[in-house]
């Protein structure tokens, strides 16, 4: 859904059943308040009053922008290398089996 809104392919995210018979802009800022709404943290999600406001124009777009900036954090995290992991592997890699399955 992400990559279709910012790819402005709402038509592929709307019921074809309503013919093309909406407003691009009012079906772009339903999306984003949903998106908004499914969070995977609950404390990120907002309130059920902000989600009515957001409806009704008022907040949205800066509650969209600050979003939009946490979630390009959120992908620069996700795809850098994990330290942790390497580190791991590293110390693993020039142990025996035996050595391996010892107590810890």
Same mark, same amino acid.
């Given at each position: 859904? !992400?990559?279709?809104? !910012?790819? !402005?392919?709402?038509?592929?995210?709307?019921?074809?059943?309503?013919? *093309? *018979?909406?407003?691009? +802009?009012?079906?772009?800022? /339903?999306?984003?308040? =949903?998106?908004?709404? &499914?969070? +995977?943290?609950?404390?990120?999600?907002?309130?059920?009053?902000?989600?009515?406001?957001?409806?009704?124009?008022?907040?949205? =777009?800066?509650?969209?922008?600050?979003?939009? !900036?946490?979630?390009?954090?959120?992908?620069?995290?996700? /795809? =850098?290398?994990?330290? *942790?992991?390497?580190?791991?592997?590293?110390? &693993?890699?020039?142990?025996? =089996?035996?050595?391996? +399955?010892?107590?810890?």
């Amino acid at each position: 859904v !992400k990559a279709l809104l !910012k790819e !402005k392919k709402l038509e592929m995210l709307v019921d074809p059943d309503l013919q *093309n *018979n909406y407003v691009d +802009s009012e079906v772009e800022q /339903l999306i984003q308040v =949903a998106l908004l709404c &499914t969070q +995977s943290s609950p404390m990120d999600r907002p309130k059920m009053s902000d989600v009515v406001r957001m409806l009704e124009g008022d907040g949205l =777009a800066e509650r969209w922008e600050e979003w939009q !900036k946490v979630e390009v954090v959120r992908q620069d995290i996700e /795809l =850098a290398p994990s330290r *942790n992991s390497e580190w791991l592997l590293d110390s &693993t890699e020039n142990l025996h =089996a035996v050595e391996l +399955s010892g107590p810890r």
